[in-house]
């Protein structure tokens, strides 16, 4: 059965003043996990046994690694900002362990890893096997009982709190773009065909309106003095009735307030009043 001592000041989530130590009897594996508040605590205890430890930031970001002397190690580590405001986890077992650490590191990455959990470090798994297979030519019964090991080490830890990073929210579905408007009849089916061959056809209904009128000479309409949508139809000054519909042109103004069909009345009686022979 296993030994703990647990000193608990916040919960685990929190994780802001933690300790715990359990000892297995069984398989004379010692655990420790312990927030930053307690790591002076926690290398006291590790001491320069040799073991497996995680390192956790706030982000749920991990740090596997192994040592022959742990508390060298962590020292290090926290020399280097390694730690900062993480969560130290670590393994230990005052006989044997060494011959398990160089397997026990690249399992306990390629479990996690295989887990979901984001390290921080090159990839250890591609060494998982060759590593494997030189503790198994020692004796096929130390894979074994690594595994059984890292295993238990990463239920304590699991328990005390390891945690996989928040699984961010899917990215809103992609959306087909709004199809294109169809065009209107006031940008589609407007156009001058002249005698000589021109045609006259802008992207709108009243751009071709506007280019006929000044290819008709704008004084000339202006002349005939048409009234367009209650308004001059050729003006010099801009309409305070359809401001958006007095198009400038010229130096003048030229109304097209109007729907397509009323554009296409008004050019054939300006091509009749002028002499002009257009077909639009």
């Known amino acids: 059965m296993p030994i703990a001592e647990l000193v608990l000041d916040s919960s685990p989530p929190d994780f802001g003043n933690f300790f715990f130590k359990s000892t297995d009897q069984h398989t004379s594996l010692v655990v420790l996990v312990a927030s930053k508040d307690q790591f002076k605590r926690l290398l006291e205890s590790a001491g320069g046994s040799p073991g497996l430890y995680i390192l956790q930031a706030e982000d749920s970001t991990v740090y596997v690694g192994k040592s022959v002397d742990l508390s060298v190690r962590l020292r290090n580590h926290k020399t280097n900002e390694k730690i900062g405001q993480r969560r130290v986890m ?22 996690l890893s295989a887990l979901d959990y984001r390290l921080e470090q090159s990839p250890l798994s591609s060494s998982l096997e060759v590593k494997r297979l030189r503790l198994e030519s020692m004796d096929a019964e130390h894979v074994a009982m690594a595994d059984g090991l890292v295993k238990q080490f990463l239920s304590y830890s699991v328990a005390l709190g390891l945690t996989r990073p928040a699984t961010p929210p899917p ?65 010099k000054t801009k ?42």
Request: aromatic share 10%; glycine share 10%; proline share 11%.
């Open 90 to 111: 670590l393994m230990m077992r005052y006989q044997g362990l060494s011959r398990y650490l160089d397997y026990g590191e690249a399992k306990l990455y390629d479990t």
């Open 171 to 235: 990215p809103p579905p992609v959306l087909p773009p709004p199809p294109s408007p169809i065009p209107s009849a006031t940008s589609t089916f407007l156009r001058v065909l002249t005698p000589v061959g021109t045609v006259i056809a802008e992207v709108t209904a009243a751009g071709t309106f506007v280019a006929a009128l000044v290819a008709a000479d704008l004084t000339k309409v202006a002349g005939l003095g048409y009234v367009f949508a209650g308004e001059p139809l050729v003006s």
């Open 239 to 280: 309409s305070t009735k359809y401001p958006f519909g007095s198009k400038p042109a010229g130096g003048q103004f030229v109304m097209t307030h109007c729907k397509t069909p009323n554009k296409k009345r008004m050019l054939e009686r300006v091509s009749d009043a002028l002499g002009l022979g257009w077909t639009v």
